[in-house]
Antibody, heavy 120, light 108 residues
């Protein structure tokens, strides 16, 4: 079964750093792009960026460029989303998703989401 | 960046009725690179439709997508109790991905 397993919920203070993970299984991890999507409380979905695990090529939405870093450790089939200095406005649920075929395609498999709470 | 506008914001219907959801793009969507997702409370989104009209694996045929250019539609015929949820459209052409604001389908 194709699955993406995300790391658990986090509670952090403003200014702290954070790295959350997304581990793929049941398919060849390096062959499919992985996307990150934010959902702020009670709001819609926002595309953050996308990464190709095969060569670590990462692209960012203009809204998130410079705010987060997307990376991968293909030896353990895991993608990461990290912040160097969190803000309260980073509070939300973060999903990773597998891109269906090419870089420009729909997201066919989703992780369960990681809730990030940033509060003083 | 292509902006997707979904309407209506909320649709109140009864089980057995049909739902018609609209997604309008600010520019033409390349090659019908348009997807629809369903999200229930506390759950991750689920892919329903890709390529504007192709159903994803395991999606019942009461879900259908249509449209091209800037105007796209998701139709749910014969609403089942499990279909009451929020639906998002997404475009994935023109060098980026963007989502619409969502349409909530609620029980009347």
């Amino acid at each position: 079964e194709v699955q993406l397993e995300q790391s658990g919920a986090e509670v952090k203070k403003p200014g702290e750093s954070l790295k959350i993970s997304c581990q793929g299984s049941g398919y060849t991890f390096t062959n499919y792009w992985i996307a990150w999507v934010r959902q702020m409380p009670g709001k819609g979905l926002e595309f953050m960026g996308i990464l190709y695990p095969g060569d670590s090529d990462a692209r960012y939405s203009p809204s998130f460029e410079g705010q987060v870093t997307i990376s991968v450790d293909k030896s353990i089939s895991t993608a990461y989303l990290q912040w160097s200095s969190l803000k309260a406005s980073d509070t939300g649920v973060y999903y990773c998703a597998r891109v269906r075929w090419s870089r420009f395609d729909a997201f066919d498999v989703w992780g369960q989401g990681t809730m990030v709470t940033v509060s003083p | 960046e292509i902006v997707l506008t979904q309407s209506p914001g909320t649709l109140s219907l009864s089980p057995g009725e049909s739902a018609t959801l609209s997604c309008r793009a600010s520019q033409s969507v390349s090659s019908s690179y348009l997807a629809w997702y369903q999200q229930k409370p506390g759950q991750a989104p689920r892919l329903l439709i890709y390529g504007a009209a192709s159903r994803a694996t395991g999606i019942p045929d009461r879900f259908s997508g249509s449209g091209s250019g800037t105007d796209f539609t998701l139709t749910i015929s014969r609403l089942e109790p499990e279909d009451f949820a929020v639906y998002y459209c997404q475009q994935y052409g023109r060098s980026s991905h963007t989502f619409g604001g969502g349409t909530k389908v609620e029980i009347k």
